[in-house]
């Protein structure tokens, strides 16, 4: 995968950030995170709202590197693998482990119920909030005027 | 797929060998893998060696057996029972790094029943403390020599135990069916529910 063939295949856009748009996803994640530590919701409702973090923590990265995911059929999936292309090796586990999440998060959202587990909807609250952190440390040292 | 392909002896023993074609097998370690008797495996094990599928060597009084990766048909045979039978060997290998992180680990719904189509996903469920953040690495691995998607669920053995005891729906449906062990065994289940 390469920004040439995303944006060949209409996978991706060119798209110029800006501090105030950053600044909305900061804020949905934010909220996010904090839902997802509701404990009386659902396992399956915690982690699909912490999945959401993460999804728009990547989307913010692919944002500063100049893009956009074309929303169309698997745009999670491509966001997911992209932040690879920004962030580099560090990405790597991360956008595994999502990828594995995004799936179950479609099954929790379209088609059954009580399928994460309380461990995994803990886990991915983790891994969701370190996954920011990470984001929120590469944009201060490569995009310093639109950091937090 | 398989059962319309092969009977149930031979798969198993196709399975195991074409999983780990390295291995040499001794008899009652082959049956006991399978469930059976040294005795019933005999006359497959003959049959497959004959058409030059596996080969024998004997140490004493003592039979071993493996694949013959010189066939021309072998790579085409593990192809195939990687893609079906083969599925718990693949998993063992990629859960057994992990040690004693994982207490328990076992294939259930439509594979592990021995209905599952050529392309269904393969449902697992893991018991301990490895999380899905460290077994993804390794879960895209088996998928990628699978050919199919493998769908984990993760209890921490706290949990799982919690669950069992709370009559939780999905998990007495699955404890009920079917399952493959990959790690551990019916005891290790049994000894998590404190039964």
């Known amino acids: ?148 | 797929m398989l059962t319309a392909l092969f009977p149930q002896v031979r798969q198993g023993v196709l399975a195991a060998t074409l999983g780990q074609p390295d291995k040499w097998w001794y008899l009652s370690e082959l049956a006991g893998r399978l469930g059976t008797s040294p005795s019933s495996l005999q006359r497959e094990l003959s049959s497959l060696v004959a058409s030059g599928i596996l080969v024998h060597r004997r140490e004493g009084t003592r039979a071993y057996f493996k694949a013959e990766t010189q066939s021309p048909v072998f790579r085409d045979l593990q192809q195939l029972f990687e893609k079906t039978a083969g599925l718990a060997p693949i998993l063992e290998q990629i859960l057994e790094p992990f040690g004693n992180k994982i207490q328990c680990a076992f294939i259930y719904g439509s594979v592990a029943r021995s209905r599952e189509q050529a392309m269904s996903d393969v449902d697992v469920m893991v018991i301990g403390k490895a999380g899905l953040m460290n077994l993804s690495p390794a879960l895209r691995k088996a998928e990628g020599r699978l050919g199919r998607e493998v769908n984990v669920t993760v209890y921490s053995p706290e949990e799982f135990e919690e669950r069992v005891k709370s009559h939780d729906h999905f998990l007495t449906a699955v404890l009920r069916g079917r399952k493959q062990f990959v790690k551990g065994g019916q005891s290790d289940l049994d000894e998590l529910v404190g039964k």
């Open chain 1, 1 to 148: 995968m390469t920004w040439t063939n995303l944006l060949a295949n209409k996978e991706a856009q060119r798209h110029k950030t800006s501090k105030k748009e950053l600044d909305n996803m900061r804020a949905l994640i934010a909220r996010d995170l904090a839902d997802a530590r509701l404990a009386g919701l659902s396992a399956d409702r915690r982690f699909a709202t912490a999945y959401n973090a993460a999804l728009q923590a990547a989307n913010m990265a692919i944002a500063c590197a100049g893009y956009r995911i074309t929303s169309k059929v698997g745009h999670h999936r491509v966001s997911l693998e992209s932040t690879k292309l920004v962030l580099g090796k560090p990405a790597h586990a991360y956008a595994d482990y999502f990828e594995t999440c995004r799936r179950k998060r479609n099954t929790i959202d379209y088609t059954f119920s009580n399928v994460a587990t309380d461990t995994e909807a803990k886990e991915i609250l983790v891994q969701a909030s370190r996954f920011y952190g990470e984001v929120e440390d590469w944009i201060t040292n490569n995009h310093p005027s639109l950091k937090k």
